[in-house]
């Protein structure tokens, strides 16, 4: 069988644009309401989308004012989801800084079963400012205790997702076993951050585990996301930076024995859509001319860790002089290198700048017709960049309905993408491997000889 391409659609606010909610095209449901993540889920499972994907941020910041921001919480967001589609997976980020692994892992065992195997958990370490203050701390904690923290936390939750074997739950009516003891077993988890003793008390779901999803791309989110990620949304502003992505990530994961096409990589892309490029750049101006300075400066200090840029002139030409060196930034260090590669390269003025993250926050933006679209799809695909697209529509649901009405048709036809449904679990759309138990054997395996 041959490769096929994999997406997801990434939903943000009214639009991966930062001034999507104030165009006419955009929805005017508010961001609160479960009606418009429904909807949303629907189109893109009619588009025959891998999966929907929902981000998160434990902290609101000051461009509240001028950008849309304080949308649902993801788990109870997805459960509710679950219910409005059939096949589409359903990924929710929550952090492993700022949870606890047996709440993590019952949220997420419950929203697998309530979707019949399509849940997948994106992992995150909480790089917001001011999310530390939510939660007990006067700090933002650092990068590299951060991750340390987070290996810990995949340990626990793993062994918690484990405890129970596939064949624990008996339902024995008449023989008035419920479950069978020998097959759920206690973790006691004892590391250096957390202690669990287990075991979890929701049974193994559909899918063993939910499929673990990451996008960090600094050194250390690399090593994370090669000993456990399955899936990695990544940011590149230009195909040879994700083709050594690519090579690299997959290469650490072979070091670590798992195969490579046990790990997925799918570049963001944002694409504003139009039936001529000319259009379509009409159509980006008018949204980067929405823009508020303020909102844009906002955002980039939060990239630098707090970083004050309000000092510069909007028409000043960057140069790398005027940002922090990357591998000093406690929060995002992977998309602060983006951002720093992109000034060498380019040398826009700040207020460029502002309008290139206003499109995408650093992902890949681009304005064209939808053979464009599909083109650059096709030659990331094919090129060794991406197996698929964490996709990013600038103005939802309107440029989302585009992608999939003229780019999905294109990809079908040059067959990259598949023109029906061939599995109703997340793990079946990504071509992963159900995960066994680190405890217990397979139940075939444990079952009586006949």
Same mark, same amino acid.
């Given at each position: ?5 994999? +997406? ?115 992992? /995150? ?203 000093? /930034? ?11 590669? +992109? ?108």
């Amino acid at each position: 069988m041959s490769r096929k391409l994999h +997406l997801n659609l990434f939903v943000h606010g009214r639009g991966h644009h930062e001034t999507a909610w104030r165009h006419p095209a955009s929805t005017r449901r508010a961001l609160t309401d479960i009606d418009y993540y429904r909807e949303l889920a629907r189109t893109a499972e009619k588009g025959l989308f891998d999966s929907l994907f929902l981000a998160d941020a434990l902290a609101v910041g000051d461009e509240v004012s001028h950008a849309a921001k304080g949308g649902l919480e993801p788990i109870t967001t997805l459960a509710a989801v679950a219910g409005a589609t059939e096949r589409i997976g359903l990924i929710g980020t929550v952090s492993t800084t700022y949870t606890e692994p047996y709440n993590l892992a019952r949220q997420f065992a419950s929203l697998d079963h309530i979707s019949h195997g399509r849940a997948g958990w994106n992992i /995150v370490t909480s790089w917001v400012p001011g999310a530390g203050p939510n939660f007990g701390y006067d700090h933002q904690i650092e990068h590299g205790e951060r991750y340390e923290r987070a290996y810990d936390f995949l340990d626990a939750v793993t062994k918690l997702w484990d405890s129970w074997a596939d064949d624990a739950v008996l339902d024995d009516r008449e023989g008035g076993r419920y479950a069978d003891t020998s097959r759920v077993k206690k973790i006691n988890h004892a590391g250096p951050y957390h202690k669990v003793a287990g075991p979890l008390n929701v049974p193994r779901s559909p899918q063993g585990r939910p499929v673990y999803v990451q996008a960090g791309s600094s050194t250390a989110g690399r090593r994370f996301a090669a000993q456990y990620a399955e899936a990695v949304f990544t940011a590149h502003l230009e195909k040879a930076t994700a083709v050594a992505f690519y090579a690299d990530l997959k290469g650490q994961a072979v070091g670590l024995g798992r195969r490579a096409d046990q790990i997925l990589v799918l570049p963001g892309i944002s694409a504003v859509i139009g039936s001529t490029e000319a259009e379509a750049k009409r159509l980006q101006r008018d949204l980067d001319e929405l823009s508020d300075p303020k909102v844009g400066l906002e955002r980039l200090s939060g990239r630098f860790g707090g970083h004050d840029f309000s000092h510069l002139d909007l028409d000043k030409v960057l140069t790398l002089a005027d940002l922090p060196d990357p591998a000093t /930034v406690q929060t995002a260090q992977s998309r602060a290198h983006v951002i720093a590669a +992109l000034v060498e390269r380019e040398k826009p003025t700040l207020r460029q700048l502002l309008h290139s993250l206003a499109g995408a926050r650093g992902h890949f933006a681009m304005a064209g017709t939808p053979e464009q679209v599909a083109d650059l799809i096709e030659d990331w695909f094919r090129s060794g960049a991406a197996d698929g697209f964490n996709v990013m529509p600038p103005i939802l649901p309107a440029l989302l309905e585009t992608f999939i009405d003229e780019v999905v048709p294109l990809l079908q036809k040059r067959g990259l993408f598949r023109t029906e449904y061939e599995a109703d679990t997340l793990r079946g759309h990504y071509g992963l491997e159900r995960p066994g138990s680190q405890f217990f054997d397979a139940p075939e395996a444990h079952a009586p000889a006949a």
